[in-house]
């Protein structure tokens, strides 16, 4: 049963979509709408079955309406999954899929996520304007793939001075897993800043860019967490920072843009512990929904820019917080995210009092 599954964690919606003719079969989920829509990116991958894309969507939607919290936007979280081979799309699913967001009247709002593509985007935006994140004309550049890279970088920079106490990533040993568009991005961020770098990803192809243009060093993609580095990046997909590993984890820093890096609760809690500095990622890696924000709302991108970059202070802030208490960084993270959602409930709830009276 939904209710009973270990990630609900009182999701407010959560759709199964399907459509026979086009084979669609989609999960949305919508966790949170109090700070505003749900949003967050929809994903397409070939999940073994609807559990574990159940579980997938449970998990990113929460993580979405945390991320948006942290980083002060007006967005609630949610997430969408479609389960299917990402490279085999035809325009009826895409249409189909368009056709269950927009049913949602806006309760959420899509963006692109991994397996999904700018052109999908636009397929999608044929069928509901609820939908963000991929240049539009009259808007901000909707790419947030680099803005997401940025965010990581300042995270990265905040991270290295409070462990290592320096202000300086010259000669520092990085290890970066996952070489897609964020994760590339930050290497060539890396390098300019004069790190080594460490990389790893099935995309051969990838790996060997990142070789002859930034002088990386190859890791295969079993070993690249453990590699004796300052700091491992991960870059790619979830769950991969678990406490079976933590005795033969080298790095002292872990700061990347991937979503829900920890494979359980417990593996904050065995990183402070172990002298390990965990960014948050869903406050390191907002640099994406904070894109997605300004097109939404308007922004600038100068205004949106300075949002990104100030990711380092609010990391730097938990940092120093969590210090200051004992707790996890991640501990932090989350009373900062549900304090300003709870402020937001309290507000409503008095708000409507007043008027009422």
């Known amino acids: 049963m939904v209710f009973e599954h270990p990630d609900f964690d009182g999701h407010e919606e959560i759709v199964a979509a399907y459509d026979e003719a086009s084979g669609l079969r989609a999960i949305i989920a919508v966790h949170d709408t109090t700070l ?160 080594t770098l460490f990389v790893a990803d099935l995309d051969r192809a990838r790996v060997a860019r990142a070789v002859a243009q930034l002088g990386a060093h190859e890791t295969s993609p079993e070993d690249i967490l453990l590699s004796d580095v300052d700091v491992i990046a991960p870059c790619a997909l979830g769950g991969v920072i678990a406490c079976a590993m933590l005795d033969r984890l080298k790095a002292r820093v872990i700061a990347g843009g991937a979503n829900n890096q920890l494979a359980s609760g417990e593996v904050a809690a065995a990183l402070t512990a172990k002298g390990v500095l965990y960014a948050p990622d869903y406050v390191i890696n907002g640099g994406g929904i904070i894109r997605v924000a300004g097109q939404l709302n308007g922004w600038s991108d100068q205004a949106i820019e300075a949002r990104v970059r100030a990711i380092g202070a609010t990391l730097g802030a938990i940092f120093t917080d969590a210090a200051a208490t004992g707790e996890t960084t991640a501990a932090i993270a989350e009373r900062r995210a549900l304090g300003r959602i709870q402020a937001a409930r309290e507000a409503r709830e008095t708000g409507t009092l007043a008027r009422t009276a």
């Open 36 to 195: 505003g829509p749900a949003c967050g990116g929809t994903r397409m991958r070939a999940y073994r079955g609807s559990a574990e894309a159940l579980t997938d969507a449970l998990r990113l939607s929460r993580a979405m309406t945390m991320k948006s919290a942290v980083a002060d936007l007006p967005l609630g979280g949610g997430k969408a999954v479609i389960i299917g081979d990402p490279r085999v799309k035809s325009p009826a699913l895409l249409a189909a899929y368009a056709r269950a967001i927009d049913r949602l009247g806006g309760r959420y709002v899509t963006a692109m996520d991994v397996g999904m593509t700018p052109g999908d985007m636009e397929a999608i935006a044929r069928g509901t304007v609820h939908v963000s994140g991929f240049d539009q004309p009259g808007k901000t550049g909707g790419n947030s793939g680099p803005l997401t890279a940025l965010g990581v970088f300042e995270g990265l920079r905040a991270a290295v001075r409070h462990r290592l106490h320096t202000d300086d990533l010259r000669g520092l040993r990085i290890a970066v897993q996952g070489l897609g568009a964020v994760g590339f991005d930050l290497c060539e961020r890396l390098h300019a800043a004069g790190a």
